[in-house]
């Protein structure tokens, strides 16, 4: 299994920014999905959004009204939409599939910075 996070990049406040998480050796459809990030290197990282198999979504307080997450089973991938970006959202994001008890895989991760 891999999940593959592409779309990071460097943002001006206020900003918008399009994250995507490919997911191969394994079809998405029947597992909920999550966006985590980092904001400092060597802390947990805290999840951000959540979308189960049939589409239903939970955000973080700080994700709510700016962060929207969709997947496409048919490509198996899922997506951040991030809009209204803050310098406080600069993290390094992960895609997460929890499969079951012990069984969990994360991507690599994707660097977003907001910055001026």
């Known amino acids: 299994v891999q999940l593959v996070e592409s779309g990071g990049g460097l943002v001006q406040p206020g900003g918008s920014l399009r994250l995507s998480c490919a997911a191969t050796?394994?079809?998405?459809?029947?597992?909920?999905m999550a966006w985590h990030r980092r904001q400092v290197p060597g802390k947990p990282r805290a999840v951000v959004a959540?979308?189960?198999?049939?589409?239903?979504?939970n955000y973080s307080d700080s994700a709510k009204g700016r962060f929207t997450i969709s997947r496409d089973n048919a490509e198996n991938t899922i997506y951040l939409q991030m809009n209204s970006l803050k310098p406080e959202d600069t993290a390094v994001y992960y895609c997460?599939?929890?499969?079951?008890?012990?069984?969990?895989?994360w991507g690599q991760g994707t660097q977003v910075t907001v910055s001026s």
């Open positions: 997460h599939l929890l499969r079951g008890p012990g069984d969990q895989y």
């Open positions: 050796g394994t079809g998405l459809g029947i597992h909920t």
């Open positions: 959540t979308i189960t198999p049939d589409g239903m979504t």
